[in-house]
C-alpha cells in the first residue's frame, strides 16, 4: 500500500493530534503517502447545545464513519472518549496508539486551585461526569455549561463570568498549551476520567488487511486492553450521554486495575468498583454487574428515560 486517506475532524485539536499520529505512522513507514480528507461533523455545527440534549458524542464520528463505509477514506483517527462503545458494522478499531496524559485540568483565573474556589464560584464545564463529581466533592460551586473548541472555552475564561474550566489534559498538551495554561491537574481520586479519555481510536474498514496490517506497526497493545475495559463497563451499563459515567484503566503488577463510576447528575449519588483482572471484557462486565447490583441501574434508567422524552 502506498497512499492512505485520513478522515478527521476539522477542529484544530483534531486536526493536530491527526497529524502527529500520522507522523508515528510515516516514521515507519517512510515511503507512505498521506492525504487528509477533513470532515465537519454533526457535533461541530451543533455549538449552542448541550451534547447530551441532541444525541451525544457519537455525533462527532457519525459523518467519518460513513466516509469509512463509502471507502472515501482509509481510516479514522478519533478522540476514543468520543467514540460510541459499539461501532457500525464492518467497522473496527485497528489501532489504539500511546495514551496521553488521562486526566482532567483544571484552570482558574489567578491560578486558584479548585480546593480554594470560594461559596458560589462558576467552574464551566460540557460534561455531565465532571459536574456531577465537582457538586459531590465541592457542593458550593456553581456549574454551569460551556461549549466550543479548547482556545474558545479559555478566551470565555477570559471573557465572561467563569471563575474556572476544566478540559482534558490530553488536548491541551498535544496542543503544546498546558505548561502556562493549567493550574493543576486533578488526580483520578478526585476526578475520575471518561471512558478512553487520552487516547486515540483510529477507526477503519474491518476487512481492509493491507491498512490493519500496516496499523500493527503503532498499535499499543497495554493500552489497547485498558481502553477495551473503560469501553466494555461503557457498554454493558448502557451509558449514554444523559449519564455521568467515568472509568479508567491501568496495568498495575501485571494485571489490568479498573475503576469505574456512576453518579447522578446533581452528584448526590454515587457508585463506585474497583476490579483487577487479567481479561478485559471479564473486568469491564464484572464492574458493570457489580454497580447494577448496588443501584447504578436505577440512575441509568431514570436518566435515560427522561433524555428520551
Keep these: 500500500m502506498t497512499k492512505i486517506i485520513v478522515g478527521t475532524r476539522r477542529s484544530q485539536l483534531a486536526l493536530t493530534q491527526s497529524k502527529q499520529f500520522t ?30 440534549k441532541v444525541g451525544g458524542k457519537g455525533l462527532f464520528v457519525k459523518e467519518i464513519e460513513q466516509a469509512l463505509l463509502n471507502k472515501e477514506i482509509d481510516i479514522a483517527i478519533h ?19 500511546d495514551r496521553e496524559d488521562p486526566r482532567d485540568a483544571f484552570i482558574s483565573n489567578n491560578h486558584v486551585k479548585l480546593k480554594d474556589l470560594p461559596e458560589g464560584s462558576v467552574v464551566g464545564t460540557s460534561s455531565l461526569r465532571r459536574g456531577a463529581q465537582l457538586l459531590n466533592r ?37 496542543m503544546g498549551w498546558s505548561d502556562d495554561t493549567v493550574t493543576e491537574y486533578l488526580d483520578d481520586t478526585d476526578m475520575l476520567p ?19 496490517d500496516i496499523l500493527q506497526a503503532v498499535h499499543n497493545e497495554d493500552v489497547a486492553r485498558c481502553t477495551a475495559v473503560e469501553r466494555e463497563f461503557l457498554k454493558r451499563m448502557d451509558g449514554s450521554c444523559q449519564v455521568p459515567i467515568a472509568g479508567h484503566a491501568v496495568i498495575d503488577k501485571g494485571e489490568i486495575y479498573f475503576r469505574g463510576l456512576i453518579m447522578s447528575p446533581d452528584g448526590r449519588q454515587r457508585y463506585a468498583s474497583e476490579i483487577r483482572g487479567t481479561e478485559p471484557e471479564t ?11 448496588n443501584g447504578a441501574q436505577e440512575i441509568i434508567e431514570t436518566l435515560n428515560t427522561e433524555g428520551s422524552r
Excluded at 507522523?23 to 451534547?51: N, Y
Excluded at 478522540?79 to 496508539?97: A, Q, R, T
Excluded at 474550566?165 to 498535544?174: E, F
Excluded at 473486568?283 to 447490583?293: H, L, T
Design 283 to 293: 473486568i469491564g462486565a464484572e464492574a458493570a454487574r457489580e454497580m447494577q447490583e
Design 194 to 212: 471518561a471512558i478512553g479519555q487520552g487516547a486515540l481510536g483510529i477507526e477503519c474498514r474491518a476487512d481492509n488487511k493491507e491498512v490493519l
Design 79 to 97: 478522540s476514543l472518549k468520543d467514540v460510541p462503545s459499539v461501532l457500525p458494522e464492518g467497522l473496527i478499531l485497528g489501532c489504539i496508539p
Design 138 to 174: 465541592y457542593p458550593h460551586l456553581n456549574i454551569e455549561w460551556i461549549r466550543g473548541n479548547i482556545d474558545t472555552r479559555l478566551k470565555k475564561l477570559d471573557n465572561e463570568a467563569y471563575d474556572a474550566i476544566i478540559l482534558a489534559a490530553a488536548g491541551l498538551k498535544r
Design 23 to 52: 507522523d508515528s505512522l510515516q516514521a515507519k513507514f517512510p515511503d507512505l503517502e498521506i492525504e487528509f480528507k477533513e470532515i465537519v461533523t454533526k457535533g461541530d455545527q451543533i455549538v449552542d447545545v448541550q451534547l447530551s
